[in-house]
Every structure is written in structure tokens, then in C-alpha cells.
């Protein structure tokens, strides 16, 4: 086998899953569409049922329209969330899902859910090592530097931890989305209501793979950084 499979057989995973978040990203977009042709049977756009959710939760939050397709956001520093063209003022069981879902993220800033604090408090680290760590890596092999090499693997440590956190804050968004749909009688039948788990379901997988990303790429800088200590 070529010698740079020995050297760094770690690549291998990362592009491996590099692949497979282009296919997550794909099922989203697949069954988002998919699910785009049911219209629920409340006949409600989903701009109007995230009113009602927030007016339900004692939010002053602000719905905004936002330009593309599978944009939408919650903005805690404006206090808007922002609902994309595809689901602003469609009906569709899948619109419903996604406004549920961000609806859910204005309830968790609401209640202090500790999660997305921890998230927010991540946001620069991870930003940090994002820009910086590979590179410190390198540097820290050029110069034999094990310490600079080694601090760069663990500054990506940050990204690392960001990833995972949000895990369960993305989690917990979608099943209060869910609950407030179902509680609030906006989606009628199970069928219904199985759609919109599996778009969000679907959503879910980009945020596992992307941890899943983090975790591979943080132990291979973390490898090349051993390495140059034995060098």
C-alpha cells in the first residue's frame, strides 16, 4: 500500500466522513422536499403557527422572512427567527416541522435550558480553533515544537466540544417542536405527525456526522502532534 496510507490512515476517515455528511446534507434536502408535498390538514402556514407557539410561550420574539432554502435560525441577539422562503408561508407538514424546530430553540433561551448556554459560552473557542489550530499544528511539526503542535490538537478540542453539545440542543429543539405541534393540535394524525419527526430526524444526522467529523479530525491532529515528539 502507498506509504501515506501508513502515515496518516486517519485522512481516510475524515474524508470518508466528509462523503457521508454530503449524503446526510442530501437527505435532508430529499426529504424535506419529499414531505414539502403534504399539506397539513390545519391548513395553517407555518409563519402563523410559529406566532401562535410564541405567543403560547410568552415570547416577544420576531418572525422574520429569510432568503434561500433550509436557512432557518433563531438569533438570540436580535431576538428574531428567521423562516426561510421554502417554509415562511407554506403549509406543508415539513414547513411546520423546521418552524417548530426553531421555535423550540426561542423556548430553550427562554428557560435557560443549560445546553445552549454551554454552546453560546463554546462559540469563540471554537471559532479560535477553527482558524488557528491546524496551522499551530504544523508549525509545531516544522519547528519540532511537540508542545506548540500538541497545544494546537487540543485548541481543536474546542470544536470538538461545540460539536457535541450541540447534540442535545439540537435534539431537545426538535422534540419541543414536536410536542407543541401535537399539543397544540397543528398536526392531525399520527401520519402527520410521523412526517414531521422524520424531517427533523433527517436534519438531526448532519449534527451527528458533523460531531462525528470533529471527533475524527481532533484525534488526528492530536496523532500528528505525538508524532512529533517521537521525531
Known sequence: MPYFYYYDPMLWAVLVLAIVGLIASGRVQSTFRKYSQMPARTGLRACDVAQRMLFDGGSDAQLTRVSGTLTDHFNPKTNTVGLSEAVFDQSSVAALAVAAHEIGHVMQYQEGYAPIRMRNALVPVANIGSTLSPYLVLLGVLM???????????????????????????????????????????????????????????????YVVAALSAFVSFLRLFLIARRSRRN
Open 144 to 206: 519540532g515544537s511537540y508542545e506548540l503542535a500538541l497545544f494546537g490538537a487540543l485548541l481543536f478540542g474546542g470544536i470538538l466540544l461545540f460539536q457535541l453539545i450541540t447534540l442535545p440542543v439540537e435534539f431537545n429543539a426538535s422534540r419541543r417542536g414536536i410536542a407543541m405541534l401535537s399539543e397544540g393540535g397543528y398536526l392531525a394524525g399520527n401520519e402527520e405527525e410521523r412526517a414531521a419527526k422524520a424531517v427533523l430526524r433527517a436534519a438531526a444526522m448532519t
